[in-house]
């Protein structure tokens, strides 16, 4: 079955930087894009950037555009999303969600079959 | 920029049917999805484009979309329903933007 499995919740300082790992499995990883999907206390889902696990080609909102970095290791089934310059308001659960990909138009669908069980990152002085 | 706007809450009885809103200017061009969120878990996903469901989501669960308005039907609606559901679509930029509703919490008692 398919299963996403992040990595545990961290604590960080205000300036620093985070990197959440999400291993996949059940399913054939480099077919699928993966997504990083953001859930701040009290506010809407917001998305973060996607990969395409295949060829490694990545988008980032214009929100995050400078501070996230997406990356991914084929051979470990993982994807990582790393934030720089954390500040408080970055306190929020980060979701890591796959996209199947279409084809026709070279995008993801944008449609989240498959979730993460999120990682807690509070940013902190 | 671009927002999908649904209700704070929808609140039913037991058995009745819940209907939750998302509007957005581009939901006539653009497919909707929506999601489930239990308290503390991560979301799943019960619809997509528009009207189709997922394998292992209850038939109960059904969507629709007319102009500008994408609706989430639950007919019959049980307590294990009780979660809040967001709406997502993307943007008509071109640029395949992903937007999510402010979210919806459904009480049923």
């Known amino acids: 079955q398919v299963q996403l499995v992040q990595s545990g919740a961290e604590v960080k300082k205000p300036g620093a930087s985070v990197k959440v790992s999400c291993k996949a499995s059940?399913?054939?990883?480099?077919?699928?894009?993966m997504y990083w999907v953001r859930q701040a206390p009290g506010q809407r889902l917001e998305w973060m950037g996607w990969?395409?696990?295949?060829?490694?080609?990545?988008k980032n909102s214009q929100k995050f555009q400078g501070r996230v970095t997406i990356t991914r290791d084929t051979s470990a089934s993982t994807a990582y999303m790393e934030l720089s310059s954390l500040r408080s308001e970055d306190t929020a659960v980060y979701y890591c969600?796959?996209?199947?990909?279409?084809?026709?138009?070279?995008?993801?669908?944008?449609?989240?079959?498959?979730w993460g069980q999120g990682t807690l990152v509070t940013v902190s002085s | 920029s671009y927002e999908l706007t649904q209700p704070p809450s929808v609140s039913v009885s037991p058995g009745q049917t819940a209907r939750i809103t998302c509007s957005g200017d581009a939901l006539p061009k653009k497919y909707a999805c929506w999601y489930q969120q239990k308290s503390g878990q991560a979301p799943v996903l019960v619809i997509y484009?528009?009207?189709k469901r997922p394998s292992g989501i209850p038939e109960r669960f059904s969507g629709s979309s007319s102009d500008t308005m994408a609706t989430l039907t639950i007919s019959g609606a049980q307590v294990e329903d009780e979660a809040d559901y967001f709406c997502s679509s993307t943007d008509s930029s071109g640029n395949h933007n992903v937007v999510f509703g402010g979210g919806t919490k459904l009480t049923v008692l």
């Open positions: 484009e528009d009207n």
């Open positions: 969600a796959r996209d199947p990909w279409d084809i026709l138009t070279g995008y993801p669908y944008g449609r989240f079959d498959y």
């Open positions: 990969i395409n696990a295949g060829n490694g080609h990545t």
């Open positions: 059940g399913y054939s990883f480099t077919k699928y894009a």
